[in-house]
């Protein structure tokens, strides 16, 4: 841990994190002087955090590693109402399922915060005292310090109001609601700095003004920038969905292949924002996306620092494996199971039994577009299965080609793939 608290203002404005903030000299002032506490609130919202919210984890883990201290506060309270999206109302899960899901963040949080020594992170949960506050309370006590015009203004709510959906007072009230989590945290441990990202930015001010009104505090926030993908599409977003921290949502191998195939136009600034890698190693990397993009060493580290960040590194090891085997000629069989099937899952595949001929095989997964076609291919020498290649169109899939018993691996040329899964007697 660095001894020098001011110094985590000058990282992360290197990797490009600070999008905005509060008077910069002010914070910076403050940072220096000595250790802060500083949080930033996840809502559960879903069962688990997606990589879009690492930004966020990984600022609160920067910042303590530099001798400050974070607080994660997940809510239990806010996440019953939800910060209204530009869209449409979200639809409110009950609170048996809010608090159920409070707890599977609170665990996937954990990791990545170190809870013991003097910058020891806290744990926090705003219905703690957002859940026993009456709606009088909440009126005179908060609502008295806003101004609607100034809350209307806010980038979220304006897009709504302009929308045929429009806002529930539920969601337009939510801003009011985070504010009263800075201040209860300002009082109860000395909090000073909310981080969020930039399109939170309304809301974190909105306790900054609270806490000035109400405590004659100069308090301070700062926004991250919001990560985008150079083709347009939403970052965090694979062709299945969002990509999970949750292994049961997301399985490690397709969190890895996700890093993986960053955009050469993406992957410096993925680097800088989600890796503890120093200058020096960022520049060499820089180099080899210039000179030799083709051997994507950007995002080989990427995809192995964050996969064992997230997952751990046997995980990550495991992962490495299975991509070496299907894709560099590595040995299937010493593939985990898990791995394996996780590794196979998105390929084009085929259920067929043992003793289906390759032809078949090809012809059932896609591979080859006619049995003629696969016969040909079979004739080049273009055609193997499980790194053997296949000597003769009358070649038959055999009981140990089924790796684990479960699956077989077709390859047609050097890099098309193909999955047979055993099928059930």
Known sequence: MSTSTGAVWQDLQRRGLVAVSTPEDALQAELAAGPVGLYCGFDPTAPSLHVGHLTQVLTLRRFQEHGHRPFALVGGATGL??????????????????????????????????????????????????????????????????????????????????????ISYTEFSYQ??????FLELYRRHGVRLQTGGSDQWGNLTAGVDLL??????????????????????????????????DPAM????????FWLNS???????????????????????????????????????????????????????????AAGALF???????????????????????????????VDALTATGLSPSRSAARRSIAEGAVSVGGSKVAGEDAVLAAEDFVHGRVAVLRRGRRTLAAVRLAAL
């Open 263 to 321: 955009d050469d136009r993406d992957v410096m600034a993925y680097v800088r924002y989600f890796t503890t890698l120093d200058r020096d190693e960022e520049e060499q990397l820089a180099l080899d996306l210039q000179e030799r993009a083709h051997l994507r060493a950007p995002q080989r580290r990427l995809a192995s620092e964050l996969t064992a960040l997230v997952h751990g590194p046997q995980v990550r090891d495991a992962v490495e494996a």
């Open 212 to 245: 000035h009104r109400v405590e004659r505090q100069q308090v301070h926030a700062m926004g991250t920038p919001l990560v985008t993908k150079a083709d347009g599409t939403k970052f965090g977003k694979s062709e299945g969905g969002a990509v999970w921290l």
């Open 81 to 166: 109402i939800g910060d209204p999206r530009p869209t449409s109302e979200r639809t409110l899960n009950s609170a048996e399922q809010v608090r159920a899901w409070v707890e599977r963040i609170r665990d996937q949080l954990t990791p990545f915060l170190d809870f013991e020594g003097p910058a020891a992170a806290t744990m926090v949960d705003n219905l703690d005292w957002l859940g026993g506050m009456s709606a009088l309370e909440l009126l005179r006590d908060v609502g008295k310090h806003f101004r609607v015009s100034k809350m209307l203004a806010k980038e979220s709510v304006s897009a709504r109001l302009n929308s045929e959906h429009g």
């Open 328 to 358: 560099g000629g590595g040995d299937l069989r010493d593939v985990d199971e898990r791995t394996l099937l996780d590794a196979t899952a998105e390929l084009p595949s085929a259920e067929l039994p043992v003793g289906a001929s390759v």
């Open 176 to 181: 009011l609601l985070q504010a009263a989590d």
């Open 250 to 257: 997301t399985s490690p191998y397709a969190f890895h292949q």
